[in-house]
Each structure stands twice: as structure tokens, then as C-alpha cells.
């Protein structure tokens, strides 16, 4: 896998589509139009793939959240081999599950990394959305009630002021030792006991990207780290944010100190000591199984 599970898609999301007057009515009348139904960050999974159904086959039992939030568009599928303009793909959140023959509701966190590069990108972006159109029900500006327009991507209160979805950028760290023989994982205080990943962090207003990398660091284990390197990212809905992968450098990679707070264990590992399973690592979905695996395969630095 090139890029990380969750940053994978092949749906046109077809911004100027989604724009036009009445869109997604225009979309619902089209019997190539797909829904996605999605309960929290579930959806219905089946033989390994999302289910998307015909707007018909939708059960009128199926409770809708409350506030209620429209149908929301999400983009096209590829035009078919004659030419053809791909179907449209909306969403649609529910309050609960409900029955789909044949299928499972399986969480994103669950199965991003099964699906293929359309559905992955289906689903990541339909939680994503549907997590900012559930709390978003007021302008953060004046309280007032805001209505939905664009398809479901815009907000806009009384005083016309339009708001849009939020994303939190946070980054997440690879650190190994100067001959690249061990990398730093630790263990959070919200975890299992056991579970360890990669040290992460949000990013400060006003903060670049490497600066925050060093800064967690140091924060979360006491190291001083340098030669940040960006690695990739993806997008992780729960609720709002996205994971800008680096790696770095720890020249004096002792004494390592956890914070105690948010995190209680730090430990280098070899290469050894995770492939044992020994340690309980990060979900495949995850980026931080994605750069793990990265630095598994990759061969440690020659000594000087």
C-alpha cells in the first residue's frame, strides 16, 4: 500500500456537481444514484465491500438523527467504459442500524484497510462529513440555529455567515535512534494495558508542522529530536482530524521520560521485539501501523 489506509480514493467528489441548485433532489431522481447509510462510524459491509443502496431500498423505518441532516453529497463513481457519467453517491445518517440483507455494520476503524481505494474513500469521507454536520447544528458565532446548503457541505446562519467543515491537524512521530536500529513507542493512558503506538500530538495555532513534531516529542518523552521528515497523511474522523506522518531523529536517545499524564510508558523497540508480537501495536487502519510497517521492511542505517 503506497499511501496510508484512510488516505486512498477513487470517487470524483465533484465539487462544481455538488454545488448546483437542488443537486442531491436532481441526484435521487437518477436510478443510477447510490446511498451510503451511516450510524456513527458504522456502515453496512458485505463480502468486503460497503453497501450502497438505491434510494428506494432505503427502509422508511430507519430512524434519521435528530437534528435531522439532509442526504449529503459525496461525489461520482467513474464513468463506465461506453462514457456513460458516473452515478452519484450520497449519504445519509441514521440513528441506529438497520437490517441489510446479507450485510455487517462495521466501524471504519474496523475494516478502512479492507476495503478497496473507492469504498475506503466512501466511508472515511461520509464519517468525516457526518461528524461535523451532527455537531454543528448552531453558528459558533451567534448560537443561532444554522441551515444546511451546498449538499450538505456549508452551513449558513441567520446573519448569512457561511461555516464549514473543521479538520484538526495533528502529528504523529516516528523516532529511532541514530544508527535506525530502534524505534520509540509508547503507551497512552487511554489505552489497554500493553497496547503501545507512536508518539502524537496536536498542532499549535500558529505552529509549522516540524515545529510541533519537536515540541510533542519533548513534551511526551523528553527527547530533543531533529531532521523532522514529512511522510504521508491521512484523514482520522474521530472525530475531526488529520494525521501528517513524520520521522525523526533522536541523537542522545537516553534518558527517555513519559509525561505521566497522557503518557505513562515510553520504551525503544528493535525490529526484533515488534515483529515477536510481543507488543501490542496499532489497528491496520491506522497511519501508525502504516509507517511501523514501513520502518519493519527497511533496512537499519550502516554504523560509521
Not at 462544481?16 to 456502515?43: E, K, M, Q, S, W
Not at 441506529?96 to 474496523?110: C, I, Q
Not at 518523552?221 to 497523511?233: A, C, D, H, I, Q
Amino acid at each position: 500500500m503506497q499511501v496510508p489506509p484512510l488516505a486512498r480514493s477513487a470517487l470524483d467528489r465533484d465539487h462544481a456537481g455538488r454545488l448546483g441548485h437542488a443537486a442531491v433532489d436532481r441526484a435521487l431522481d437518477d436510478p443510477a444514484t447510490r446511498v451510503v447509510a451511516i450510524a456513527g462510524d458504522r456502515a453496512p459491509v458485505r463480502d468486503g465491500a460497503l453497501v450502497r443502496l438505491a434510494p428506494a431500498d432505503l427502509p422508511r423505518a430507519a430512524r434519521r438523527v435528530q437534528p435531522p441532516v439532509p442526504m449529503s453529497w459525496l461525489g461520482r463513481t467513474a464513468p463506465a467504459p461506453d462514457g456513460t457519467p458516473g452515478g452519484v453517491v450520497l449519504s445519509v445518517l441514521v440513528a441506529e442500524p438497520f437490517d441489510v440483507e446479507g450485510a455487517e455494520w462495521r466501524s471504519l476503524r474496523e475494516v478502512g484497510a479492507e476495503l478497496d481505494d473507492e469504498d475506503a474513500g466512501v466511508l472515511t469521507q461520509a464519517v468525516a462529513l457526518g461528524v461535523w454536520q451532527r455537531e454543528s447544528a448552531h453558528s459558533p458565532v451567534t448560537g443561532e440555529p444554522a441551515g444546511f446548503e451546498e449538499s450538505g457541505w456549508v452551513r449558513r446562519d441567520a446573519g448569512g455567515t457561511a461555516h464549514f467543515p473543521r479538520t484538526d491537524p495533528a502529528v504523529i512521530v516516528a523516532i529511532h535512534d541514530p544508527e535506525d536500529e530502534r524505534i520509540l513507542l509508547g503507551h497512552n493512558a487511554a489505552w489497554p494495558e500493553g497496547r503501545y503506538s507512536l508518539i502524537a500530538g496536536f498542532v499549535d495555532p500558529g505552529e509549522s508542522l516540524e515545529a510541533a513534531v519537536v515540541r510533542e516529542v519533548h513534551e511526551e518523552t523528553g527527547l530533543t529530536v531533529v531532521e523532522p521528515r514529512y511522510l504521508g497523511s491521512q484523514p482520522w474522523p474521530f472525530p475531526r482530524s488529520l494525521m501528517l506522518g513524520f520521522e525523526c531523529v533522536a541523537p542522545d536517545p537516553e534518558p527517555i521520560r513519559p509525561d505521566g499524564v497522557e503518557i505513562l510508558d515510553v520504551r525503544w523497540c528493535t525490529r526484533e521485539e515488534l515483529r515477536s508480537g510481543a507488543i501490542q501495536l496499532p489497528g491496520p487502519t491506522s497511519i501508525a501501523s502504516w509507517i511501523l510497517r514501513a520502518w519493519l521492511e527497511r533496512e537499519p542505517r550502516p554504523r560509521p
